[in-house]
Antibody
Framework: QITLKESGPTLVKPTQTLTLTCTFSGFSISTSGVGVGWIRQPPGKALEWLALIFWDDDKRYSPSLKNRLTVAKDTSKNQVVLTMTNMDPVDTATYFC??????????????WGRGTLVTVSS | DIQMTQSPSTLSASVGDRVTINCRASQSISTWLAWYQQKPGKAPNLLIYKASRLHSGVPSRFSGSGSGTEFTLTISSLLPDDFATYYCQQYNSYSWTFGQGTKVDIK
């Protein structure tokens, strides 16, 4: 059974760096074809893809946020970490991590964590 | 960037209705399209992938169709549990983009 859980601060100040951790079980991110993505959702708004890291350490970022995002994996801990710099109140959102597994572009998000709400305020 | 546009934004329907939600991509994405259902305060749940393939455990009243730039999610007969917000998502060429969502509420 695959599970994912997001953790990190619930409140950050403007200009600070956010670090979120996705801890997962039921799969290995070193398995060919596997990836973990990050998606966020501001209150009452739509989903927005942020980043995705693959089993081979290939990393993909949203073009609009690329300069602020870093994603990394720790295979031994079954974790993926997302960092976002220079946080702003507009970054207030629920942040989700999600599992994907496929080949040849067939990477949709089949299982999601419950999400963690991050508020940016001074 | 590939933009995804859903219509309508809100849809009012009754139990038993046939419901159709549309999704348009700003450029061709072949069939690299997924549909998700989200209820308030919950994570999205995958319904359909590769435009028309039903995810494991999803009821057969859900179906997807389309290719290229035009896609459709259909619920054949709406049940009370189906009132939710639905998102399309493209996953073409190492980019992922969601539509703005379609809320299905009770008429």
């Amino acid at each position: 059974q695959i599970t994912l859980k997001e953790s990190g601060p619930t409140l950050v100040k403007p200009t600070q760096t956010l670090t979120l951790t996705c801890t997962f079980s039921g799969f290995s991110i070193s398995t060919s074809g596997v990836g973990v993505g990050w998606i966020r959702q501001p209150p009452g708004k739509a989903l927005e893809w942020l980043a995705l890291i693959f089993w081979d350490d290939d990393k993909r970022y949203s073009p609009s946020l690329k300069n602020r995002l870093t994603v990394a994996k720790d295979t031994s801990k079954n974790q993926v970490v997302l960092t976002m710099t220079n946080m702003d109140p507009v970054d207030t959102a629920t942040y989700f991590c999600a599992h994907t597994e496929g080949e040849n572009y067939d990477w949709y998000f089949d299982l999601w964590g419950r999400g963690t709400l991050v508020t940016v305020s001074s | 960037d590939i933009q995804m546009t859903q219509s309508p934004s809100t849809l009012s329907a009754s139990v038993g209705d046939r419901v159709t939600i549309n999704c348009r991509a700003s450029q061709s994405i072949s069939t690299w399209l997924a549909w998700y259902q989200q209820k308030p305060g919950k994570a999205p749940n995958l319904l359909i992938y590769k435009a028309s393939r039903l995810h494991s455990g999803v009821p057969s009243r859900f179906s997807g169709s389309g290719s290229g730039t035009e896609f459709t999610l259909t619920i054949s007969s709406l049940l009370p549990d189906d009132f939710a917000t639905y998102y399309c998502q493209q996953y073409n060429s190492y980019s992922w983009t969601f539509g703005q969502g379609t809320k299905v509420d009770i008429k």
